[in-house]
């Protein structure tokens, strides 16, 4: 018997709020869309993400999704490689500057 690989994804938040709009965030099911890693659809405030065992995978993934949700909610028009840049560097920065990324957090 095969073991599988425990998945950490599935601790992911269950909404993200963007511009007031609550998103929720749900883990793709087996079989569904299998060629994407993430989708959003704006329209309907849902977050899709395929579940890895890399967590760093999952957070690139949703926070990717999310620019997304922000991009078509202020009709920015992003390339797919923007997006995918500004995820990556983005998450990069906040992980590498934990002390300025706390500060950040502090609320008004």
């Not at 511009?19 to 569904?32: H, W």
């Not at 993430?38 to 957070?59: F, H, L, S, W």
């Not at 390339?79 to 300025?100: G, I, W, Y």
């Amino acid at each position: 018997m095969e073991k599988k690989e425990k998945l950490i994804c599935n601790k992911m938040p269950d909404t993200v709020r963007v511009l007031g709009k609550v998103f929720k965030i749900e883990a793709f099911k087996d079989g569904e869309c299998e060629d994407a890693d993430g989708m959003t659809r704006v329209d309907e405030q849902i977050i899709n993400v395929r579940e890895k065992p890399a967590i760093a995978y999952c957070q690139d993934t949703l926070l990717h999704e999310t620019i997304h949700a922000i991009d078509e909610t202020l009709f920015l028009k992003m390339t797919e490689r923007q997006v995918s840049n500004l995820a990556s560097v983005l998450l990069a920065v906040l992980k590498d500057n934990p002390e300025f990324t706390k500060w950040l957090l502090i609320p008004e």
